[in-house]
């Protein structure tokens, strides 16, 4: 099975800051890589997949870009909305899995 | 707009048998395939399966084991997660996803239920 970390695993940042998470994968994905927001009681919401590609109605402050082994996601200007745990998971094929998540606070 | 409903948690004892369903609705459910995702309540997400849009063909997680088989009801727009054997870390809230594109999309969910709590135990 393909293996996700993530780092940080934990992250405290103010309105208006670049974040920048990474998730990195045990073998090469290609390009085919996603990631999720998730907030407190609330079902995970597609931001990013295929490592690039904006999933219609994200705004545009969220980017996402790396290949093969290593990818980020970007927050280009942190929204108060924008506090929330972020996942990747691959599409590379069976059995797909997750990264252990990045939790965004407010410093 | 797209609307999943997953019903049938509950608690139950380890070693039993649960079924869990999961209503579509809002898209056209036969061109997509399903998922079933889970999560222990402040942890993780695991990816439990899938099911083909046409029902044909399936995939599973490795821990799973061949205690869980996922089935539906294109007639009833219906996903099911039939779960066996349980034991007590199955316990978590499943949520049933849908693949952001028709019959052979990449493998990720634009849309997801509210999530329905198996706990298993004792």
């Known amino acids: 099975d393909i293996q996700l970390t993530q780092s940080p695993s934990y992250l405290s940042a103010s309105v208006g800051d670049r974040v920048i998470i990474t998730c990195r994968a045990s073998q090469g994905l290609s390009s085919s890589l996603a990631w999720y927001q998730q907030k407190p009681g609330k079902a995970p919401k597609l931001l990013i997949y295929g490592a690039s590609t904006l999933q219609t109605g994200v705004p545009s402050r969220f980017s996402g870009s790396g290949s093969g082994t290593e990818f980020t996601l970007t927050i280009s200007s942190l929204q108060p909305e924008d506090f929330a745990t972020y996942w990747c998971q691959h599409h590379n094929g069976y059995p797909l899995t997750f990264g252990p998540g990045t939790k965004v606070d407010i410093k | 707009q797209v609307q999943l409903v997953e019903s049938g948690g509950g608690v139950v004892q380890p070693g039993r048998s649960l079924r869990l369903s999961c209503a579509a609705s809002?898209?056209?459910?036969?061109?997509?395939?399903m998922h079933w995702v889970r999560q222990v309540p402040g942890r993780g997400l695991e990816w439990v399966g899938v099911i083909s849009y046409d029902g044909k063909v399936t995939h599973y997680g490795g821990a799973l084991k061949g205690r869980f088989t996922i089935s539906r009801d294109n007639s009833k727009n219906t996903l099911y997660l039939q779960m066996g054997s349980l034991r007590v870390e199955d316990t978590a809230v499943y949520y049933c996803a849908k693949e952001v594109r028709e019959v052979a999309g990449p493998n990720v969910f634009d849309g997801w239920g509210q999530g329905t709590l198996v706990a298993v135990s004792s």
């Open positions: 809002g898209f056209t459910f036969t061109r997509y395939g």
